[in-house]
């Protein structure tokens, strides 16, 4: 059906260039408008926790299980935390099978998900390069950027692009996590540097507001 309606409709939003170039092979009429955020409005400002917690959180769902084990067994021992856990779902059940040390908080609904990254000082975003995942927005690097933690991501699209690359972390294999980690725990400079730089970067270049304004426009030429 989705494909039905995408050639049905006047024009198609993407979030990404990778999604238009797909979008577009069944419809040209497609406008790139990148995600955004509200930043500092409600639970998108800078956490005032990063302590209270374990040192790491990875904040996902249940379709990330292999993603995951991008970090390498058990990454970060009892200093990862996995946010967004369902205890019955069978992807969730095999994952904390593979992380037995780490923490586990629950999913939490959209009107206050972003407070699963409070109490921690670093976010992770692991991916595995697929034709699905490319697809993908990179809002795991502006909800970092929005709660003023560092973000250490797999070094494929999304997160591997020319606006945000010099201020994403990318490891390549599990000794890259550990050392980033390490690195930006032992390190303060490295740490505030990296935690600062994102944080100013997704206020300058996804302010929600900025986007919205293109939809009207695009509303508007109809």
Same mark, same amino acid.
């Given at each position: 059906?989705?494909?039905?309606?995408?050639?049905?409709?006047?024009?198609?939003?993407?979030?990404?260039? +990778?999604?238009?170039? @797909?979008?577009?092979?069944?419809?040209?009429?497609?406008?790139?408008?990148?995600?955004?955020? *509200?930043?500092?409005?409600? @639970?998108?400002? %800078?956490?005032?926790?990063?302590?209270?917690g374990t040192?790491?959180?990875?904040?996902?769902?249940?379709?990330?299980?292999?993603?995951?084990?991008?970090?390498?067994?058990?990454?970060?021992?009892?200093?990862?935390?996995?946010?967004?856990?369902?205890?019955?779902?069978? +992807?969730?059940?095999?994952?904390?099978?593979?992380?037995?040390?780490?923490?586990?908080?629950g999913?939490? *609904?959209? %009107?206050?998900?972003?407070?699963?990254?409070?109490?921690?000082? #670093?976010?992770?975003? *692991?991916?595995?390069?697929?034709?699905?995942?490319?697809?993908?927005?990179?809002? &795991?690097?502006?909800?970092?950027?929005? &709660?003023?933690?560092?973000?250490?991501?797999?070094?494929?699209?999304?997160?591997?692009?020319?606006?945000?690359?010099?201020?994403?972390?990318?490891?390549?294999?599990?000794?890259?996590?550990?050392?980033?980690?390490? %690195?930006?725990?032992?390190?303060?400079?490295?740490?505030?540097?990296?935690?600062?730089?994102?944080a100013?970067?997704v206020?300058?270049?996804?302010? #929600?507001? &900025?986007?919205? %304004?293109?939809?009207?426009?695009?509303?508007?030429?109809?």
């Amino acid at each position: 059906e989705i494909p039905a309606y995408i050639r049905l409709a006047d024009v198609v939003t993407a979030s990404t260039p +990778e999604l238009a170039y @797909q979008v577009s092979k069944l419809n040209k009429n497609v406008v790139v408008i990148p995600n955004g955020l *509200p930043f500092d409005v409600g @639970q998108f400002g %800078k956490s005032g926790d990063k302590t209270s917690g374990t040192s790491v959180v990875y904040v996902a769902g249940a379709s990330h299980r292999n993603d995951s084990r991008m970090m390498g067994e058990n990454a970060f021992g009892n200093a990862l935390t996995l946010a967004g856990y369902e205890e019955k779902h069978p +992807e969730w059940v095999e994952m904390k099978k593979y992380f037995p040390k780490a923490l586990y908080k629950g999913a939490k *609904p959209a %009107k206050s998900y972003m407070s699963l990254y409070d109490g921690h000082k #670093i976010a992770v975003a *692991p991916l595995v390069e697929d034709r699905f995942n490319i697809c993908k927005s990179n809002l &795991k690097v502006l909800e970092a950027g929005a &709660k003023g933690l560092p973000i250490i991501c797999s070094p494929t699209l999304p997160y591997l692009n020319l606006v945000d690359k010099d201020v994403v972390l990318f490891a390549e294999s599990p000794s890259d996590w550990t050392y980033l980690h390490d %690195k930006l725990i032992k390190d303060p400079v490295f740490y505030r540097d990296y935690a600062e730089k994102l944080a100013s970067h997704v206020r300058e270049h996804y302010n #929600i507001d &900025k986007f919205n %304004k293109l939809r009207q426009q695009v509303f508007d030429s109809f």
